[in-house]
């Protein structure tokens, strides 16, 4: 490990490893540290994702465990309604692999010229009249110094190099989303469906998932809102509930445990010499909880930033809100801002009343894959919702 | 006179090391170091936030004599 590079990223994720790579390819020195003796476990994650993925990476088969053209949304009273795409059989996303898909990244970035270090943790932030310079780093025993000219937080929901930098990261108690998931197998599943189940009994402000993960093999989990959580009543008390009830004679060969925010975005995501990335950055989709393409565009978006302001010779915050502008006028920005109002009505929705949105019709031919366009059909087919609620209008423009 | 104070107990056997904890702590008390969680009993105000959202049921405010 160098004692000085031009960035120094903390954390190897899929945020860190595009970010990694992008600086690279500019010509720059960068190390990613990431505090795991493996990169990519333990996973913390459905691996969940929209085929808009392949805009940021080539997708390499073996990445891929299940390849979804279609979900099913259940209601609290079990009906189902179907969402295809338009032409029928089109992928509309993927079940990844993140053991392998999180390692091939931080490859891709190691291969650009990045250095890597696994079991090397940063402890704090080394900060010099008010900028952040660097990070001290526990590695193999020792203490290091490592400087930077800009330093990439993308250390996960933890968050906690921006909050040694002074950025208050907290995440609110009633917007985590507290998760369990088992990798279940032996269990009859459709191989080309996700489904989502609703329901206050079923997990409250929050929903149980069934991702495929291939033939007769699925991640099963669950996230409900940290409000609704306490003893006797944790995520895994449901979720167990749930596999007593549909999956009675599947194995569980993985247990899983996370946390996913579903607050707003941190209202700034760069200080002097610092960017934030990622679920670093709570960036994580308030509805669905995805995560991991919002980290890789941000990831890649703050290396090219990064490396902008490198060559200019300012690192200042001033510069680098380039990269804060940048993304929250983004497709994506602009999603997660809508969407954290849109879950705040449906968080409210009683159980019958999602009965019936659910049973308004049964099957949907989704021209676009997305909570946008769902919430818009749905909305079709019960106008009440624009009625009842005066501000979902003005959210679906 | 006994002195009662709280403390945050950490049942390692139970935790599952994801993190969530760390998010939601108002004081920046714990740290997930590697494969095992830490609270730092000087930082941690035993607010029992961490507790009440821990998805599997790992950490719990005691009271300590």
Redesign the interface.
């Given at each position: 490990m160098q004692s000085k590079y031009n960035v120094l990223i903390i954390g190897g994720g899929p945020g860190g490893a595009m970010a990694g790579k992008a600086v690279a390819e500019a010509g720059l020195s960068c190390c990613i540290i990431e505090?795991?003796?493996a990169i990519g476990a333990?996973v913390?994650c459905a691996e969940g994702v929209g085929q808009e993925i392949s805009k940021l990476v080539d997708l390499d088969p073996k990445w891929i465990s299940s390849k979804i053209n279609g979900a099913q949304l259940v209601a609290p009273d079990g009906q189902v309604l179907e969402l295809n795409p338009e032409m029928a059989g089109n992928e509309v996303g993927y079940v990844l692999d993140r053991k392998i898909f999180d390692r091939e990244l931080v490859w891709k970035a190691a291969n650009a010229g990045c250095d890597v270090f696994v079991?090397s943790?940063a402890s704090s932030a080394i900060i010099k009249d008010g900028k952040v310079c660097g990070a001290i780093i526990e590695t193999g025993g020792k203490t290091v110094e490592v400087f930077a000219d800009i330093v990439i937080a993308a250390d996960?929901?933890?968050?906690?190099f921006a909050?040694?930098c002074g950025i208050d990261?907290?995440?609110?108690?009633a917007e985590?989303e507290?998760?369990?998931q088992y990798l279940m197998t032996d269990i009859d599943i459709d191989p080309g469906l996700n489904a989502f189940y609703l329901g206050r009994e079923v997990a409250p402000e929050g929903y149980i998932w069934i991702f495929s993960k291939g033939k007769r093999t699925a991640n099963v989990g669950i996230g409900i809102s940290?409000k609704m959580?306490?003893?006797g009543k944790?995520?895994?008390d449901y979720l167990d509930a749930f596999i007593a009830e549909h999956l009675p004679n599947g194995k569980i060969i993985e247990?899983?445990?996370?946390?996913v925010?579903a607050c707003k975005p941190l209202e700034c995501t760069v200080a002097d010499g610092l960017i934030i990335v990622g679920d670093a950055a709570r960036l994580s989709d308030p509805i669905t909880g995805g995560g991991i393409i919002n980290a890789m565009y941000t990831g890649k978006l703050a290396g090219s930033v990064a490396a902008e302001c490198i060559a200019a010779g300012d690192c200042s915050k001033k510069a680098l809100i380039k990269y804060d502008t940048e993304w929250r006028c983004s497709k994506m920005g602009k999603g997660l801002k809508r969407n954290y109002q849109v879950k705040e009505i449906f968080i409210k929705l009683k159980d019958e009343k999602l009965n019936s949105i659910v049973n308004s019709v049964n099957k949907l031919d989704m021209e676009i894959f997305d909570t946008k366009y769902l919430i818009r059909e749905l909305v079709k087919y019960n106008p009440w919702l624009l009625k009842d609620i005066k501000t979902l209008r003005r959210l679906l423009d | 006179m006994i002195k009662v104070f709280k403390m945050l107990i950490i049942k390692r056997e139970v935790c599952?090391?994801?993190?969530?904890?760390?998010?939601?702590?108002?004081e920046?008390a714990l740290?997930?170091?590697?494969?095992y969680l830490t609270v730092d009993p000087e930082t941690c105000i035993e607010c029992g936030?961490c507790s009440?959202?821990?998805?599997?049921?790992a950490l719990e405010v005691k009271n300590a004599e």
């Open positions: 505090k795991r003796p333990p913390r079991k943790r996960g929901v933890e968050s906690k909050r040694w990261t907290t995440v609110p108690m985590i507290t998760c369990v940290g959580c306490s003893e944790r995520p895994k247990l899983m445990a996370g946390g925010s | 599952g090391y994801c993190g969530a904890c760390v998010s939601v702590c108002p920046g740290e997930l170091v590697d494969a936030i009440r959202i821990c998805p599997l049921g």
